[in-house]
């Protein structure tokens, strides 16, 4: 195959001795792979911030800004290791912003003999990656990226002929291959799950440890980002980068929640409080997410200092965090991987309202949902509740197109790639799988929220009114959905009491909520 070389290629180096060019994604920055064990002077490795990948949603600046000063410190610790690396900034001139042109120009220009990559983990890259191995003038090798758990199809195939996956199943599945939590062929204590113990809400006037960040100059990629014209979200202070950035800063993250966090994190993994934006929630998932931390040493951290500290550390509070990671975690990428590319287009309500330009600004009446969209804004962070039950919840009670939802989880946050993302967003958040993955919509009216935080607390929306002047959004709305699903819903076994109590209701009850929330659902800009 002859590759057409750009003029301006012409001008970069002299060639020197490599025989394999190797290609690392920005979320493949993990210093242990087995690529990088050996020095070796016929391999090249390339790094690139390029155009597409930084402008395929509206990302939140931190979320880009991290992602390029993670990718600039591994490539430095790569050639202060020996190994020889080529970067190329966004802003280089002879930047082609495409996986195959840049790849294609140094192949060519350099002579290598060779092409390698690992598995991407999204399906997008997957495919560029794909088609770029069948034009490769020279042999490509795909190698995996020693980081999950479970290989792409593992889930799969252990629900083979399923029309539906089982989490629990599956988590019961991970425990016991993988040895975790495990005394012989049974749990600890006896019990898989103890998510039953962790549903409790922050006492009043009890304040969660101040989060551990970080303070990186990161004004460079700021102005980079400015100059190139990349479209953002959200806020930064490029003076001081919150985020870890490397390998050694995720450990010290990993240590902080350890010894810090864990002893009350599964008590109020699902609390929501206005005073503290992160609470007892470990944030590591940006750090995994890149691969900077593997998921079997944050697992075996959390367990050693169980193990360590039984008297400090309850076994609910590490069952939980486990079953985040070596559960959900796993259990997402696999469904992914089972279901991509038609998952991205499931939309089991046919719902299709536009999301309303507060999830932008923040800029609404609900407490609640200014809160999380305020914070979501400024950290490019929400914990998995905040997500789940506030933003997805009004969502997917307000009928907004999966798709529309998808793209700003997508960018807002800062550990957002798709594979984790849209199964948890299309699938557990919005139910547009029909059922897939959750045997139930994860609505609720107000009750929920005012249980497990303070945000209801002066709000202009009053939480315990259903109808009329102030009444909170959240409560109609919850009856309107339940309503207008009837015909999709109400042979589910785990919602069917909710449609016992709408029968019971007095018609003009009924009436009086279906006109609150049109009213609502007809002013959703103004909320």
């Known amino acids: 195959m002859t590759v057409a070389v750009p003029e301006k290629a012409k001008t970069m180096s002299t060639m020197f001795d490599s025989s394999e060019l190797r290609l690392v994604l920005g979320d493949q920055l993990n210093p242990h792979h087995p690529w990088f064990r050996v020095v070796r002077n016929d391999v090249t490795y390339v790094l690139m911030e390029i155009l597409p990948e930084a ?23 790569l050639r202060d290791s020996g ?42 890259v997957d495919r560029v990656l794909s ?25 799969s195939g252990l629900f083979k002929g399923s029309k539906t996956y089982l989490m629990e199943r599956f988590y019961r599945h991970m425990r016991t291959h993988h040895n975790v939590l495990m005394e012989g062929k049974k749990p600890v204590t006896g019990q898989w799950n103890l998510d039953a113990e962790n549903r409790k809400r922050l006492p009043k006037g009890h304040i969660a440890p101040r989060p551990l960040e970080f303070d990186r100059n990161v004004s460079d990629i700021v102005d980079m980002l400015n100059a190139k014209g990349v479209q953002t979200i959200g806020s930064i202070d490029p003076l001081h980068f919150p985020w870890p950035v490397n390998r050694q800063e995720s450990l010290q993250l990993l240590s902080f929640f350890v010894e810090e966090l864990l002893p009350l994190f599964g008590t109020y993994e699902d609390a929501m409080d206005r005073q503290s934006w992160s609470l007892y929630h470990s944030r590591l998932s940006f750090s995994l997410n890149v691969k900077m931390l593997s998921a079997s040493e944050v697992v075996e951290a959390a367990v050693q200092a169980w193990k360590s500290k039984p008297h400090l550390i309850g076994y609910n509070q590490v069952e939980g965090f486990v079953r985040q990671i070596l559960g959900w975690r796993e259990f997402m990428r696999g469904v992914y991987w ?80 798709q594979w984790v993302e849209i199964t948890n967003t299309r699938g557990m958040s919005q139910y547009a799988d029909g059922g897939l993955i959750a045997s139930k919509p994860y609505v609720s009216s107000a009750a929920y929220i005012q249980k497990m935080g303070n945000y209801c607390s002066g709000c202009a929306y009053d939480a315990n009114r259903k109808t009329g002047e102030g009444a909170c959004p959240f409560n109609s709305l919850y009856w309107h959905f339940h309503r207008r699903n009837h015909h999709l819903l109400a042979s589910n076994p785990r919602i069917g009491m909710m449609y016992k109590v709408l029968e019971k209701m007095d018609t003009q009850d009924v009436e009086a909520l279906m006109k609150q929330a049109n009213h609502y659902l007809d002013n959703l800009e103004t909320l």
């Open 338 to 417: 089972a279901q991509m590319p038609a998952f991205a287009d499931l939309n089991f309500f046919g719902h299709e309202r536009p999301l309303p330009a507060w999830f932008w600004t923040g800029e609404t009446h609900m407490n609640c949902l200014k809160h999380v969209v305020d914070q979501s804004l400024e950290k490019a962070y929400a914990h998995h509740i905040q997500r789940l039950m506030v933003v997805g919840n009004f969502a997917l009670l307000a009928g907004l197109h999966p798709d529309a939802v998808d793209e700003w989880f997508l960018g807002i946050y800062m550990d957002a790639f």
């Open 131 to 155: 088609e770029l191995s069948e034009r490769c003038p020279v042999p490509v090798r795909v190698d995996d990226t020693h980081h999950f758990y479970t290989t792409r199809e593992e889930l």
């Open 83 to 124: 190994h020889e690396v080529i970067y190329f900034r966004l802003d280089d001139a002879h930047n082609l912003h495409s996986f195959e042109e840049n790849c294609f120009r140094l192949i060519s220009d350099k002579g290598f003999k060779g092409f390698a990559y690992q598995l991407p983990d999204e399906f997008r």
């Open 55 to 77: 402008g395929y949603v509206r990302h939140h600046i931190q979320k880009v800004v991290g992602i390029f000063a993670a990718m600039r410190d591994f490539a430095q610790n």
